[in-house]
């Protein structure tokens, strides 16, 4: 396709920037986005049939007897289950949960878990640095639950989020068989909301990531970069500012940093930056030639870490919107947003500095610093809630009166 409209376009005589951002921008960004559409439609019809048969209410009443023991409610499974396929309806699910505190926690912890629109960042990543290894997806939607169950704890003994989740009450439906065509228009209006993301938010991140990437200073004149000048672009100027915040994860070269970056418009913006700086548009099934420019520059365990950070970091500007609507609260969005982001900065180094110094025995300051943040993680954990501690303060009290 790529090759078809470059011939069309050399044919009628366009202008080289204009040839650039068709090709380079618009086809390799939104195009390799949605080469992952027939996947996530898969994704959207199995779910809509879960939740069309009436499965989905016994799920969450099963489930609320092992969420209590992590301080959510079962009613959080709903939402959770959801955003596996968009965060913003998972997000807009939390307000079945009548309790402020569980509905709070499970808008918090609600993205953590893969959407549709992190499978294409899987997959690029598994195909390029794993061989297409079965273990890489698997382990994304484990690293998801576990950043859910710990988050959990961990919060459920502060302050902010202390308390019993409430009472289980649900009606539950009948099981009925679905009719066709309710799972297919669920279907497509879950399908349709995605390619009309990729259509506006996703092609004015990629056309904003081609022009900052082949445009630039060059000798002191601003023009039009060719593929091997794109380390004088204004893309690689910014990227480079930033590009050291993420060293400490392994991935500290400035496209990655950018790619990472582009993510919070939209997740699927990684696979198309990647597709931008690259110079490729397809990304997708054979995809063997992005394959081969990520792994060189790479290792694969700077690349899981560069996965988890992006599955576990804030989500897209449509779900941040959303946990701002849903939480009604400036100030416990920022927080939401800022704990997602240092959880997965956190996640990714130590996933990072340990495995260096298990795989290669690299030993640095940094690896200290994961120990001592693992050591922390741990003890936040472990340690007695509030109201722990105040029932053992009553207990010896009443104990010491007898």
Known sequence: ????????????GCADWLQGLILDGIVAGVGAVLGFVPQMLVLFIFLAFLEACGYMARVAFIMDRIFRRFGLSGKSFIPMLIGSGCGVPGIMASRTIENDRDRKMTIMTTT?????AKLPIIALIAGALFGGAAWVAPSAYF?????IVCSGIILKKTKMFAGDPAPFVMELPAYHM???????????ERGWSFIKKAGTIILLATIFVWFTSFFGWVDGQFRLLDALELDHSILAAVGGTISWIFAPLGWGDWKSAVAAITGLIAKENVVGTFGILFGFAEVAEDGSEIWGTLATSMTPLAAYSFLI??????PCFAAMGAIKREMNNIKWFWFAVGYQTLLAYVVSLC???IGSLVITGTFGIFTIVAFALIAGFIYLMVRPSKEEKKSNVHLSSVA???
């Open 1 to 12: 396709m790529p090759v078809v409209i470059e011939g069309v376009l050399t044919a009628v």
């Open 112 to 116: 953590f878990i893969p959407c549709g």
């Open 143 to 147: 690293v998801g639950i576990a950043a």
């Open 178 to 188: 679905p009719t066709v065509v309710n799972i297919l228009r669920s279907m497509w």
């Open 309 to 314: 950070f992006n599955l576990l970091c804030a």
């Open 351 to 353: 996933v990072f500095q």
């Open 400 to 402: 010491g009166a007898k």
